[in-house]
């Protein structure tokens, strides 16, 4: 299917370049409105000084593998990058933890300028990750299309304010649909730590970069997951209780669940149609060992219909069930032409330590569909055939006991005939 | 890396000539493989990370994927009803070296409705030394069944999500690189699994039918059982029949 569009893609790309001309090969097929967005966000902290990646600085080795990235985007991808810590090299706190700027913007990359503006960097100053990460993701801006930033840092934020693993939250939770990855050039347990944790906010991954040559190979390999075109879910605010409930369609919609909430949604399900809804939390931050996820859905009345549940303990990054409820037609009743109103309760059994913040609540992922299926199972045996040697004797008994009865039936018959 | 900086003009070039063709090239001329798809007979070469990027893979397909210990991988395969469908994934460690200890790999199954799959067999959670080079975790689900109960739990025809993740690891050894290979095979479950009803099938947009359909073919073997009986049945009617007839010979043959 991929192929395909990559291909239709091609052919679109081959009209706008002979349309155009002689195009530059990265123009040729300028990304449209709703293409992916990535943002690549460059450490350039005095500590990528440090030689230590295959006895080259971590420097070198990001410029190095920054170009082969400009080499290999994607034509269908929108690509900017930031830099943090790279103009002020002083030591003043406040000055330092506002250093992060935008080296290229977000939009159809221009190599040669790209890799231009990528050399001039030296390593200069703080790291004010939490600083950064805000700023991209208002360079990502909001118009469609998946918005990816890939952080690559080797150090855990100097600033202290904001802490970035909540900006990361607070910038998931905002409902863009943004995902953070994040590469580590150190390999110490607070950078590790950091950086799992920003990744862990927003679905993201996180690598630790040993050799120099992973390092391109990873951001090209994120760069390219960008590219993979995804359903992105719509925002819903679910209620506390069904007759508040907002109505849903079929479709993907997100969600977010704070620790011990219940959130009630509605459908509308014609007889003859199947509900199929499966129901992901994520477990976004630091929980405790045990959880589950529990989806029920309510008729009138507030009987249970069918429930799904889930639970699991140690690390995992979403909890997910789901349910099935068809709503047979019976009979041709004026009153069953009428759709149904079944209630979706979404709940979860995660908890955590007291340290760890609960607003925004955990990511919740809802996929709702309404399809027309049969459920009338005719037999539990397909067509209602038989098998197995016990069906063999019964039936060959049975007609060895016919044979036998037929033929005393008929000697009593002719007996009774000559009698007469 | 000098080379691939020699090898650039190379690839302008190349992707000058694609344009002209068809620009697929100009993706894959300069990245060493395409987005998704891309190995031996087009079997993916990245897994997804999230149910809804998860990567279609076909029935007997190999996929592979590269990724750092403690991303979660998630692929999808189809299977129809009668048929038991077995995942396994081959994971090969990061170097013994750079490691800190012994890592638990770990295969969830899940249907179409994202609910858990039992593993009827296999071994979906493994431990690794860390002298250990690959971990193989497997899962056999239990039969696909062509309808079951709104309340059962039971496999339905459909998209299976397979979600491969490390369980226990040291934390120090987090992000490092390891590379993954799934198959999902299945095999028919035979007559004794033949059953009626249907349903459409769970999430199958996202996966292509598996060639002996979704809900299998009408054949079964309950069909030579129950035409088997019937013609025993016949026979056994005959000889009966014949058994009063000629009571005197069956009796002499006694």
Known sequence: ?420 | MRVTTMARPAAAVLLAAATLFTTAGAATAASPSPAVSGGEDGAPTEAGTTFRTATPVKQGQKATASASTGDYLYWQFPAGAGQRATAEATVQLPEAATRHGGATWQLDVFDGLRRRQACASGEPTKRALRQDTTVKVTCTLRTVRPWADRWANDPLPGAYYVRLTVSDVPDQDLGLPVKAELRADAEDAGGAHAEGGEVAPLHAAAVAEPESGWNGGWWSARWAWTVGGAVLGALAAIGGYKLTRHPHRAARQQ
């Open chain 1, 1 to 420: 299917m991929i192929t395909t569009k990559r291909l239709a893609a091609g052919a679109c790309a081959l009209l706008a370049a002979l349309a155009a001309g002689i195009a530059p090969a990265n123009a040729a097929d300028g990304p449209s409105k709703n293409s992916p967005k990535v943002e690549l966000v460059l450490d350039v902290s005095g500590s990528m000084r440090a030689t230590d990646l295959d006895g080259r600085s971590r420097m070198s080795v990001a410029k190095e593998a920054f170009g082969e990235v400009i080499d290999a985007v994607p034509s269908g991808v929108r690509l900017g990058i930031r830099t943090l810590g790279a103009d002020y090299g002083g030591d003043d706190k406040t000055l330092g933890c506002k250093d992060s700027k935008q080296l290229y913007r977000v939009g159809p990359v221009d190599r040669t300028e790209a890799k231009t503006a990528v050399a001039t960097l030296q390593p200069t100053g703080w790291t004010p990750i939490g600083y950064a990460l805000r700023g991209a993701d208002q360079d990502l801006g909001t118009d469609g299309g998946t918005r990816r930033i890939v952080l690559i840092t080797d150090g855990e934020d100097s600033c202290g304010q904001p802490d970035p693993c909540d900006v990361a939250r607070e910038l998931a939770a905002k409902g863009t649909h943004l995902t953070i990855d994040t590469l580590g050039l150190a390999h110490d347990d607070k950078t590790r730590e950091q950086l799992s944790c920003i990744a862990e906010a927003t679905g993201g991954t996180y690598t630790s970069v040993q050799h120099k040559d992973e390092l391109s190979g990873r951001i090209k390999q994120l760069v390219r997951r960008a590219e993979v075109p995804v359903e992105t879910p719509k925002p819903v605010n679910g209620a506390d209780e069904c007759a508040k409930a907002p109505e849903l369609g079929a479709g993907l919609w997100t969600d977010r669940a704070t620790f011990s909430e219940h959130r009630w949604y509605k459908v509308q399900v014609k007889p003859g149609q199947e509900l199929r809804t499966s129901v992901s939390v994520g477990a976004d931050r630091a929980v405790d060992r045990d959880y589950g996820v529990l989806i029920r859905a309510v008729g009138p009345g507030g009987r249970e219909l069918v429930r799904g549940s889930d639970a699991g303990s140690g690390r995992t990054d979403v909890m997910s069930s789901g349910l099935r409820y068809p709503v047979g037609k019976s009979g041709d009743d004026e009153e069953d032409k009428e759709a149904r109103t079944v209630c979706l309760e979404v709940s979860h059994s995660f908890s955590a330590p007291a340290s760890v913040k609960r607003d925004p609540g955990l990511p919740v992922e809802l996929a709702v569909d309404l399809t027309d299926s049969p459920d009338s199972p005719s037999d539990i045996a397909a067509f209602g055939l038989g098998r197995g040697w016990v069906l063999l004797a019964v039936l060959a008994l049975t007609g060895l006991i016919a044979g036998l009865v037929w033929g005393w039936v008929s000697r009593w018959r002719v007996s009774v005939w000559r009698a007469n």
